[in-house]
T-cell receptor, first 113, second 113 residues
Framework: DAGITQSPRHKVTETGTPVTLRCHQT?????MYWYRQDPGHGLRLIHY???????DKGEVSDGYSVSRSKTEDFLLTLESATSSQTSVYFC????????????FGPGTRLLVL | KQEVTQIPAALSVPEGENLVLNCSFT??????LQWFRQDPGKGLTSLLL?????REQTSGRLNASLDKSSGRSTLYIAASQPGDSATYLC????????????FGSGTQLTVLP
């Protein structure tokens, strides 16, 4: 258990509404990641962070933004949710700077109607 | 662009059998390769990480090998048990990265009692 929590765990929302997902870690781990998992696509990297206020885009960043104002929280925002963003969202961390193994949170299931 | 393929997509074996899961990747200039396990409705659990300089890694009944030149990795599971039933995913970093991962779609393993 790498001490990662995600909230909410489940959410149903309507097209066009903003949605924010939260990833929280209990230690001061530097690297944090957001992925989405869809059938047939596996996991795909959305955004990642290598420190407070330091973020960068991943493979499928369109329609998503992130913020990291403090070490322990990494927020993923869907500015205007679309049905194509229905997915399971996972947060991950590296637990030390020299450690490349990624540890995953339990996931958030998002349904956009 | 790095692409990761896992074949077969699903595998069913009787308990006690030794089995091999396959992972192939297109860009052999990787820093490492990771194998993960995912149980239904859960997050990913890291099983093994192989550095690019290594040929294999072992953890209990699991042995992962890496052949960078051919773009292949295998995960060997000895004496399979029903509790091994899960989806197994491999992941390699994006070209030029050590941490931003590209995942295969996984192999869903069922071990029959």
């Amino acid at each position: 258990d790498a001490g990662i929590t995600q909230s909410p765990r489940h959410k149903v929302t309507e097209t066009g509404t903003p949605v924010t997902l939260r990833c929280h870690q209990t230690e001061n781990h530097r690297y944090m990641y957001w992925y989405r998992q869809d059938p047939g696509h596996g996991l795909r990297l959305i955004h990642y962070s290598y420190g407070v206020k330091d973020t960068d885009k991943g493979e499928v960043s369109d329609g998503y933004s992130v913020s990291r104002s403090k070490t322990e929280d990494f927020l993923l925002t869907l500015e205007s949710a679309t049905s194509s963003q229905t997915s399971v969202y996972f947060c991950a961390i590296n637990i030390s700077p020299g450690e490349e193994t990624q540890y995953f949170g339990p996931g958030t299931r998002l349904l956009v109607l | 662009k790095q692409e990761v393929t896992q074949i077969p997509a699903a595998l069913s074996v009787p308990e006690g059998e030794n089995l091999v899961l396959n992972c192939s990747f297109t860009d052999s200039a990787i820093y490492n390769l990771q194998w993960f396990r995912q149980d239904p409705g859960k997050g990913l659990t890291s099983l093994l990480l192989i550095q690019s300089s290594q040929r294999e890694q072992t953890s209990g009944r699991l042995n992962a090998s890496l052949d960078k030149s051919s773009g292949r990795s295998t995960l060997y599971i000895a004496a399979s048990q029903p509790g091994d039933s899960a989806t197994y995913l491999c992941a390699v970093p994006f070209s030029g990265s050590a941490r931003q991962l590209t995942f295969g779609s996984g192999t869903q393993l069922t071990v029959l009692p």
